[in-house]
């Protein structure tokens, strides 16, 4: 069998032809077709990296201010539960030392308005004690009750001991001023007469006397001068009487009543 070589070599060259053509115009656009997409697809995963990572690292941001956040606001939360009860408790202490002090002014004002009752009941009681003596005497000693107060008040006077004596004398030679006799009564002429007498007796010289009504003297004459006072009054009995009913009421003890009218009937001051 003869080669044809002719044959042969136009094969070759158009094959030759045919790689060059493939290589030329197929084989290097499909491979920069390739490299491209591999290209794109790497410069994609790179960005898809990147935006993983920048996910990842946003979403550990947000957890951490997240986490702050909670903190934040558990400490608020806290620091709100604790005003309200500071400020709850500082209202409750308001509120009772508010209540306290009402209760205490009210305390005072029902101990005043007992004191100003019991008072008045006691002057009353005074009083009428007072014109029920004064009308028992005249009835039935025949002499009115400023008679037996000035008897009284005179005995008194001529009662009085050394030292009482002498310290009443020195306040009369120390000052020109008269010595004040009061009474809850206008002193008859009688009666006055008997006083100013009764003091020339006991004091050298003449002791002026300015005489005084004063309805606080209840049932009683007073005599005071320089800070000097002889008394005898029927309210000294009844305020004996009146601490005697106070410890019945409130339950303290037994009342004296073993007191003497000597102890009661007045004072040298």
Same mark, same amino acid.
């Given at each position: 069998?003869?080669? *044809?070589?002719?044959?042969?070599?136009?094969? &070759?060259?158009?094959?030759?032809?045919? &790689?060059? /053509?493939?290589?030329?115009?197929?084989?290097?656009?499909?491979?920069? !077709?390739?490299? !491209?997409? =591999? #290209?794109?697809?790497?410069?994609?995963?790179?960005?898809?990296?990147?935006?993983?990572?920048?996910?990842?690292?946003?979403?550990?941001?947000?957890?951490?201010?997240?986490?702050?956040?909670?903190?934040?606001?558990?400490?608020?939360?806290?620091?709100?539960?604790?005003?309200?009860?500071?400020?709850?408790?500082? /209202?409750?202490?308001?509120?009772?030392?508010?209540? =306290?002090?009402? #209760?205490?002014?009210?305390? %005072?004002?029902?101990?005043?308005?007992?004191?100003? $009752?019991?008072?008045?009941?006691?002057?009353?009681?005074?009083?009428?004690?007072?014109?029920? @003596?004064?009308?028992?005497? %005249?009835?039935?000693?025949?002499?009115? /009750?400023? *008679?037996?107060?000035?008897?009284?008040?005179?005995?008194?006077?001529?009662?009085? *001991?050394?030292?009482?004596?002498?310290?009443?004398?020195?306040? $009369?030679? !120390?000052?020109?001023?008269?010595?004040?006799?009061?009474?809850?009564? =206008?002193?008859?002429?009688?009666?006055?007469? @008997?006083?100013?007498?009764?003091?020339?007796?006991?004091?050298?010289?003449?002791?002026?006397?300015?005489?005084? %009504?004063?309805?606080? &003297?209840?049932?009683?004459?007073?005599?005071?001068?320089?800070?000097?006072?002889?008394?005898?009054?029927?309210?000294?009995?009844?305020?004996?009487?009146?601490?005697?009913?106070?410890?019945?009421? *409130?339950?303290?003890? =037994?009342?004296?009543?073993?007191?003497?009218?000597?102890?009661?009937?007045?004072? &040298?001051?």
């Amino acid at each position: 069998m003869l080669i *044809d070589w002719f044959t042969v070599g136009a094969q &070759v060259i158009n094959f030759a032809i045919l &790689v060059w /053509l493939l290589k030329r115009f197929l084989y290097k656009p499909i491979l920069a !077709a390739v490299d !491209a997409r =591999e #290209a794109r697809i790497a410069a994609e995963r790179a960005a898809a990296d990147a935006q993983k990572a920048a996910a990842q690292s946003e979403r550990a941001e947000f957890e951490r201010r997240n986490a702050e956040f909670d903190q934040q606001r558990a400490a608020l939360m806290t620091q709100a539960v604790e005003k309200a009860r500071s400020e709850g408790q500082r /209202l409750l202490d308001q509120a009772r030392a508010a209540a =306290e002090t009402l #209760a205490a002014k009210r305390a %005072t004002a029902l101990r005043a308005e007992s004191a100003g $009752l019991y008072e008045s009941l006691a002057k009353r009681t005074q009083q009428e004690v007072f014109a029920i @003596a004064r009308k028992t005497l %005249t009835d039935l000693a025949g002499s009115s /009750l400023e *008679d037996r107060m000035c008897e009284a008040f005179l005995a008194r006077l001529s009662a009085l *001991d050394a030292n009482a004596k002498q310290a009443l004398g020195k306040s $009369l030679q !120390a000052s020109a001023e008269p010595a004040l006799v009061r009474s809850a009564f =206008e002193l008859p002429a009688g009666a006055r007469a @008997a006083i100013q007498k009764a003091l020339s007796d006991s004091f050298p010289g003449v002791v002026p006397v300015r005489f005084e %009504t004063a309805p606080d &003297v209840i049932c009683g004459v007073e005599l005071t001068h320089n800070g000097q006072k002889i008394g005898w009054s029927i309210a000294e009995y009844l305020g004996a009487m009146e601490k005697d009913v106070a410890t019945l009421v *409130d339950g303290r003890g =037994e009342p004296a009543t073993k007191r003497t009218s000597e102890h009661a009937a007045g004072a &040298v001051a």
